[in-house]
């Protein structure tokens, strides 16, 4: 399999099934400062009895000052700042992405081994469905009906078919995605860039794969993706304008025979 229509072919399986991850939790809104009660100052008037005798050693709370704030003897403790990200947690907000909406458009701009930068349109319908439409001057497209990928050469004029238990991540083709299941997860890091989980897939065609998941450190919302094929080449695509609410047109995903 040629080196262009792999790496396209590793980012259409994997968002066959792309989702909108839930936001990181938001801390707590910070209340409002309590105002010291205006307090009128109490008339005294001269005691007529004798102050009451306590137990020895016993002392009394000191009173307030006039206009000044009672000091609580028990306040609040602070709110407990949020916990940092960890492995389970990272893994488990990307098998939520992956799994919670069927459908996807996006813009999408690729950068192959050699530096070639190409762009195009991604279309997405769990499950297995998916269609790279790459702009000019790239005349390549890649379609997946669910069962099988076409990898086509507009100009040329021809057509590879290739079964999808031979792409790398057709775990992702599954109604239900577990990567602690399904594939081997390397590694797990977090950086103000983002959160990266790296995964090896050692049944891919040609050999292993490895793979790089990148997603928004806030949102968890994929945004790029990172494949090395069996071969050493590496390609990255960037997702841009996803839209997940628009199903697209069941004849994106037809190949001919």
């Known amino acids: 399999m040629k080196q262009l229509p792999l790496a396209a072919l590793v980012l259409a399986l994997s968002l066959a099934a792309p989702a909108v991850a839930e936001d990181a939790a938001k801390p707590p809104a910070p209340t409002g400062e309590a105002k010291p009660a205006e307090a009128k100052p109490a008339e005294t008037k001269p005691a007529d009895t004798k102050p009451a005798k306590g137990k020895k050693g016993a002392k009394s709370a000191p009173a307030a000052k006039n206009g000044e704030p009672v000091q609580l003897t028990n306040p609040a403790a602070p709110a407990e700042p949020a916990k940092p990200l960890n492995r389970e947690e990272a893994i488990k907000r990307a098998n939520a992405f992956f799994n919670t909406s069927p459908v996807m458009t996006a813009d999408f701009v690729q950068i192959g081994a050699d530096g070639k930068r190409s762009e195009g349109k991604l279309h997405v319908q769990r499950a297995g469905r998916v269609r790279f439409e790459y702009a000019q001057p ?38 239900k995605i577990d990567l602690e299941k399904d594939v081997t997860v390397q590694d797990v890091t977090f950086d103000d860039s983002g959160v990266t989980i790296f995964i090896e897939d050692k049944a891919t065609f040609g050999g292993t794969s490895h793979l790089r998941l990148i997603f928004d450190p806030k949102s968890f919302k994929l945004k790029q993706w990172q494949v090395k094929d069996p071969q050493g080449y590496e390609t990255l695509i960037s997702l841009f304008n996803i839209d997940q609410t628009k199903t697209p047109d069941p004849g994106l995903f037809k190949i001919a025979k």
């Open 138 to 175: 790239a005349t390549m497209e890649v379609v997946a009906d669910g069962a099988q990928v076409a990898v086509r050469d507009r100009k040329l004029g021809t057509q590879d078919l290739y079964f999808i238990t031979q792409t790398p991540l057709k775990f992702l083709m599954k109604d």
